[in-house]
C-alpha cells in the first residue's frame, strides 16, 4: 500500500509569489489533513476534508491559504502571495471512512519564503 | 493559547536509558493522546496511544502513564537505543472534533551508543 504521498519535498519561493503544494492520500481514504510546522514549534492543524468537502478548515491562517481537494482524491494547498510567516513545513494526513483516531501522514513539504 | 505543553525540548541519554519526555494538557474533553516519532525527513508516525480510562499503556520498549486528575500523560522508553533518537510528539484529540489532532512542540531525542 502505498503511503501519502507529497510534492515537492522543498520549495524556496521569494516573497509575494505563489506556490501550491499538493498531496496524494493513501487511496480509499476519504478524511485529508493538512498541518503545518513552524520554526521547531508544534505541529498545527490547518484543515480537514471529508471525501472532496471541507469539514473543518478553522486553523486556517488568513486568506492567502486556499485548500482544494478534487473529485475527493488528491488535495492542494495555494499560498498566495507568500510571506516571510509562512516558512516552515507543510504535512498532510490521511485516515480511512469513519472516525478513527490514528492517521498517516506524509513527509511534508518544507517551504521557505525569503 | 498552546494547549498541549511538553518538556523537555530536549533529552540526551546513553544506550540502555530510560529517556521520559512529559506532556500537560489543559481541555479536559480530551479522550485520546497519542504519541509521534518523527524521524528526519519523514512524516510523524504513530508510535502508542492511550484514552483517559487507563492510567498505562504498554508496547514493547514503550510506555506511556497517564494522570487524568493532574491532566499530565508521559513517554517512558525502556532500553533506549540509537535508533530511537528522533523527535517525539505528544498530540491530544477529541471525538467531537472530528480526530483534529492538537500537539505538543516536540522532544528531540538523541540516545548516543
Known amino acids: 500500500e502505498a503511503g501519502v504521498t507529497q510534492f515537492p519535498s522543498h520549495s524556496v519561493i521569494e516573497k509575494g509569489q505563489t506556490v501550491t503544494l499538493r498531496c496524494d492520500p493513501i487511496s480509499g481514504h476519504d478524511n485529508l489533513y493538512w498541518y503545518r510546522r513552524v520554526m521547531g514549534k508544534e505541529i498545527k492543524f490547518l484543515l480537514h476534508f471529508v471525501k472532496e468537502s471541507k469539514q473543518d478548515e478553522s486553523g486556517m491562517p488568513n486568506n492567502r491559504f486556499l485548500a482544494e481537494r478534487t473529485g475527493g482524491t488528491y488535495s492542494t494547498l495555494k499560498v498566495q502571495p507568500a510571506e516571510l510567516e509562512d516558512s516552515g513545513v507543510y504535512f498532510c494526513a490521511s485516515s480511512q471512512t469513519g472516525f478513527v483516531y490514528g492517521y498517516t501522514f506524509g513527509s511534508g513539504t518544507r517551504l521557505t519564503v525569503v | 493559547q498552546q494547549q498541549v505543553k511538553q518538556s523537555p ?93 492538537t500537539f505538543g512542540e516536540g522532544t528531540q531525542l538523541t540516545v548516543n551508543p
Open chain 2, 9 to 101: 525540548q530536549s533529552l540526551i541519554v546513553q544506550k540502555g536509558g530510560i529517556p521520559i519526555i512529559n506532556c500537560a494538557y489543559e481541555n479536559t474533553a480530551f479522550d485520546y493522546f497519542p504519541w509521534y516519532q518523527q524521524f528526519p525527513g519523514k512524516g510523524p508516525a504513530l508510535l502508542i496511544a492511550i484514552r483517559p480510562d487507563v492510567s498505562e499503556k504498554k508496547e514493547g520498549r514503550f510506555t506511556i502513564s497517564f494522570n487524568k486528575s493532574a491532566k499530565q500523560f508521559s513517554l517512558h522508553i525502556m532500553d533506549s537505543q540509537p535508533g530511537d533518537s528522533a523527535t517525539y510528539f505528544c498530540a491530544a484529540s477529541m471525538r467531537i472534533s472530528g480526530s483534529r489532532l
